[in-house]
């Protein structure tokens, strides 16, 4: 038994003078109100970060013989860069000769992106590009002499990439692409999806 001022306490008043009633659940309340304050204040600035676009995309593309996906990254609403692998496969036959192409390709590529609106339309992108690509070319080849004769020929070519285009956004996550670019001495016109992350 506890002593106060001369007096006997029970046990359990004298808990209750030295912590007050309501003492530890006001300390508990203070401290569950804080982890609460701390957790919107994170959420808060969450939610902008999460709202806004992310700087990251992947896309699908498809030109006049050849398919391939990409990777790119926006730097900013002026510039983005991109890296892409592509397989195409062209075959020709003619007077009992043939020739079976398979060529594989991954490229590098910068853009300088141009913000445009329509009048009250939506708005959409033009962009310029310019970059590297390496090839791969196997070609299997086939032609008649006194004997049936194939052969295999494999070459690494090197070109430059040059282009532009328009691109559009259909929501948040989805857009798509249209534009024509030269590869080396080749020309062609190609198609893609866009996903941004």
Same mark, same amino acid.
């Given at each position: 038994m506890l002593v106060w001022h001369g007096y006997p306490i029970p046990k359990r008043r004298a808990a209750n003078r030295i912590?007050?009633? =309501?003492?530890? *659940?006001?300390? #508990?309340? *203070? @401290?569950?109100?804080?982890? #609460?304050? %701390?957790?919107? #204040?994170? $959420? $808060?600035?969450?939610?902008?970060a999460c709202a806004a676009a992310s700087p990251l995309y992947a896309c699908v593309q498809a030109d006049n013989d050849s398919g391939g996906f990409g990777l790119g990254y926006r730097i900013n609403k002026t510039?983005?860069? *991109?890296?892409?692998? &592509? +397989?195409? &496969? *062209?075959?020709?036959?003619?007077? =009992?000769?043939?020739?079976?192409?398979?060529?594989?390709?991954? %490229?590098?590529?910068?853009?300088?992106?141009f913000p445009m609106k329509m009048d009250e339309g939506a708005a959409y992108l033009v962009f310029a590009k310019a970059g590297y690509e390496r090839? &791969? +070319? /196997? /070609?299997?080849?086939?032609f008649p002499i006194s004997v049936t004769y194939n052969g295999t020929v494999t070459n690494i070519e090197n070109h430059?990439? #040059? %282009? =532009? =285009?328009?691109? @559009?956004a259909f929501s948040r996550f989805l857009g798509g692409r249209t534009g024509v670019e030269v590869i080396g001495d080749k020309r062609s016109v190609y198609w893609s999806v866009i996903f941004t992350f």
């Open positions: 912590f007050p009633a =309501g003492h530890r *659940e006001s300390h #508990l309340d *203070e @401290f569950m109100n804080r982890i #609460l304050a %701390g957790g919107l #204040l994170c $959420a $808060a600035a969450l939610i902008p510039y983005a860069i *991109e890296a892409h692998h &592509r +397989k195409s &496969r *062209e075959v020709i036959s003619h007077s =009992g000769v043939s020739s079976d192409t398979h060529m594989t390709a991954a %490229g590098m590529s910068g853009l300088v992106l090839q &791969r +070319k /196997e /070609e299997i080849y086939s430059t990439i #040059l %282009g =532009g =285009g328009v691109q @559009f």
